[in-house]
């Protein structure tokens, strides 16, 4: 374990001062009746400021545990079992519960798929935008509601002013998201985790809010960290990807490097199976089979229940995520002669 | 343009299907200063089905693809028009005329773990529209099932379960061989494949198309994904607020769209290569009016940048161009 530690640390880890987040190694557990469910199981993700990152992966994969972890909200009988967190410099790992109050919507915040389920339906959303902004800041509720609505107008709320007294159910889907961005953004954090935060919305919308992201991490810096199912959306905005599966990270590259010279056979196999605009095929690319029951993964590497390419090894021995090129890691086997980035 | 009246060919040689006229759905939405408001969810819409074809209806949440697709088969009884049905009026039948044609008249949903009863077996889930339909003998029903479930690449073993047990894949599977048990014509598919994982995606739209061979099935697609609609449709009908837009051959129209909300839509799409990432592509701005007070005119017009006058005074009527039908007082080029 320790040993593990170690390498994953002198390996991919070196020179980190520059991340404003940095994830080593994580595993995160739930402990049910049925067994151990390794939701999140040695994950390495690293944020730079100033950048989109993405981890995309199918339903189930471990990217929302990821991120619960990293804010400190997993529940029982989920808990962080190993790796690190390191926020700016600081290790957030096991830290207390006050004090991760503290850093959370300050340094850190994030947002979710369905915003009604983060807002009270019964106070104005103005109201709401400015206790959190008084959470964190000494300033009059007069100020307070000035800067909630110069962020509603930055956010791309019309008639701030009016909306201000607005109530949860009487905006759009779209609009509740754009509020709930804006109140992420009100202490400018380091970095915000956006969890599927365009999935339920219609696609001229998405567009929009995709675009409003784009503008908040270049114009004040913000990191995010984007979580999505959708290859469409990564391809969009994403500065590096992470490409998850059964709780690990398979492949994980710059995005144009995932979408030209992608290496695994999972991340090939999800490429090949979304329709595409611009080209005319009777049949889709399938996958076969399903996700593997996380109580009762294979032996060997995790995908190799699905994968096209699997050898008689891949069926008992776990790969590593092995360098491949300039910050361009996969998990296969066919690799291996590349630097391992991780533990096993 | 050849290839355009080749196909307006093809089409008027097909034999059609269904065909609604006028079509209107209202929804009662309450009352407000004494008067009774309405939902205006469907408002005149004309719409032909090919025998074979699938033609799929898509737009925005709440532009009524799923109600029209309902009125369609009656599921929705709709508040005027016309449904003609193998060139028969089905919408003023009484039930017992409209059995034989509802048992034609099929329906697939979006999420299969909400239709499915979950207290029923696969075989009883998939046996009862038998049971309804009067196939009386048990041994012959059970051969029916099992064939259906082969059919849709469920194993027979699994015939003694129930809808937890699947995966939301293998669940959207039963729920297709429940539609097809009776041998229906039409199939509406309700964003059959929304709620699922893309690798699980391509498996589902490979096995409707594979039916749709088989059986010469007709379906209607409601989907609000543009790829999976360019996969899988022969034509394509964009909604908006209730009101269609334009309908057209999938090529053409993504080639060339001739409505502006359906050039606004094909520029939304995240495509899934960063080459083609651009920071300028035109977005639509604001937000969908309301159906209960929608905008007089052209319903799209406080939403186009192509507005003129007339639009917010007139509803377009119907242009044909090239042989492809479009609502808008002033249609894009090619
Ligand atoms: N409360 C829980 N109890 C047991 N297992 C859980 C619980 N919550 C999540 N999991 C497990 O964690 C895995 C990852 O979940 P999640 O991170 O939400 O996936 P994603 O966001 O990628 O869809 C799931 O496959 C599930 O098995
Ligand atoms: N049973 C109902 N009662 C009142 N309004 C309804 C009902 N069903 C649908 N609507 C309204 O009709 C419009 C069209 O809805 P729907 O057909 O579900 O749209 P879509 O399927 O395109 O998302 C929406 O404004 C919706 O709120
Ligand atoms: S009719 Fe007018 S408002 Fe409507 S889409 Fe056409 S140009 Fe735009
Ligand atoms: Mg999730
Ligand atoms: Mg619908």
Do not use: W
């Not at chain 1, 080593?24 to 939701?39: D, M």
């Not at chain 1, 804006?182 to 969890?195: E, L, Y």
């Amino acid at each position: 374990m320790n040993e593990q530690l170690l390498q994953a640390n002198s390996n991919a880890h070196e020179a980190n001062t520059e991340l404003v987040l940095d994830i080593r190694n994580l595993k995160s557990h739930f402990f049910t009746a049925k067994g151990v469910v390794p939701a999140v199981d040695g994950v390495s993700i690293q944020v730079p400021p100033g950048k989109i990152i993405g981890i995309v992966g199918e339903s189930g994969c471990g990217k929302s545990m990821t991120a619960m972890s990293v804010m400190g909200l997993l529940r029982y009988p989920g808990k962080i079992v190993g790796g690190s967190i390191i926020l700016s410099g600081k290790e957030i790992t096991h830290i207390r519960p006050k004090e991760l109050a503290k850093i959370r919507g300050n340094e850190i915040s994030m947002i979710f798929q369905e915003p009604m389920t983060s807002l009270n339906p019964v106070y104005p959303i103005g109201h709401q935008v400015r206790e959190a902004i008084l959470l964190h800041q000494k300033i009059s509720k007069e100020e307070a509601k000035n800067r909630v609505i110069d962020i509603f107008r930055a956010v791309g709320i019309p008639e701030p002013q009016k909306r201000y007294y607005s109530f949860p159910h009487q905006l759009s889907g779209g609009l509740r998201q754009r509020v709930m961005i804006g109140m992420a953004m009100v202490c400018r954090p380091k970095v915000m985790i956006a969890d599927e935060p365009t999935t339920a919305l219609d696609v001229t919308i998405e567009a929009q809010i995709l675009r409003l992201m784009k503008k908040l991490c270049e114009e004040q810096g913000t990191s995010i960290i984007l979580i999505t199912h959708n290859m469409g959306v990564v391809a969009e905005i994403c500065d590096y990807v992470y490409v998850m599966y059964a709780g690990k990270v398979m492949e994980q590259a710059e995005t144009f490097t995932l979408f030209e010279k992608n290496s695994h056979p999972y991340t090939q196999g999800l490429l090949k199976s979304i329709p595409k605009l611009d080209e005319k095929t009777d049949r889709l690319y399938t996958i076969d089979g399903v996700v593997p029951n996380l109580l009762h993964l294979p032996e060997g590497c995790s995908f190799c229940t699905r994968c096209s390419q699997a050898q008689k090894r891949c069926f008992s021995e776990k790969p590593y995520l092995y360098e491949t090129g300039q910050n361009h890691g996969v998990r296969c086997f066919q690799y291996e002669s590349g630097v391992h980035l991780d533990g096993k | 343009m050849e290839n355009n009246i080749q196909t307006a060919e093809k089409n008027s040689r097909k034999k059609i299907l269904l065909e609604a006229k006028n079509l209107v759905k209202e929804f009662p939405a309450g009352r407000n200063k004494g008067k009774s408001l309405v939902v205006h969810a469907i408002s005149h819409v004309d719409l032909t089905l090919y025998e074979g074809e699938t033609l799929a209806l898509v737009g925005e949440s709440g532009c009524g693809k799923s109600t029209l697709g309902r009125v369609l088969i009656r599921l929705l009884e709709a508040t005027s028009g016309q449904i003609c049905f193998d060139g028969k009026n089905i919408v003023e039948m009484n039930e017992s005329a409209f059995s034989p044609y509802r048992k034609q008249m099929q329906i697939i949903f979006q999420d299969p773990y909400a239709s499915l009863n979950p207290r029923m077996s696969v075989k009883q889930i998939i046996e009862e529209p038998l049971v309804t339909y009067g196939m009386r003998d048990k041994k012959e029903r059970e051969m029916r099932v099992k064939a259906l479930m082969k059919e849709v690449g469920i194993a027979e073993e699994f015939y003694n379960r129930y809808p937890h047990q699947f995966s939301g894949g293998q669940r959207q599977r039963i729920g297709i061989a429940r539609a097809i048990a009776l041998n229906p014509k039409l199939i509406i598919c309700d964003e059959p494949v929304s709620a699922l994982d893309v690798s699980i995606q391509s498996q589902v739209l490979n096995l409707l198309k594979d039916l749709q061979e088989r059986y010469r099935l007709t379906y209607l697609f409601i989907s609000h994904d543009l790829s999976v609609v360019k996969f899988i449709a022969n034509r394509v009908c964009v909604m908006f607020l209730g009101c269609i837009c334009e309908i057209g051959p999938t090529e053409s129209l993504y080639e060339h769209p001739l409505h502006p909300y359906t050039r606004f839509l094909l520029n939304a799409i995240p495509k899934a290569d960063p080459k083609l990432r651009s920071q300028e592509k035109e977005l639509l701005s604001g937000e969908l009016p309301s159906p209960i007070n929608p905008p007089p005119g052209c319903r799209f017009h406080t939403r186009c940048p192509y507005a003129r006058d007339i639009c917010s005074q007139q509803a377009p009527c119907r242009k044909e161009i090239n042989g492809r039908e479009v609502f808008c007082h002033f249609p894009l080029e090619d």
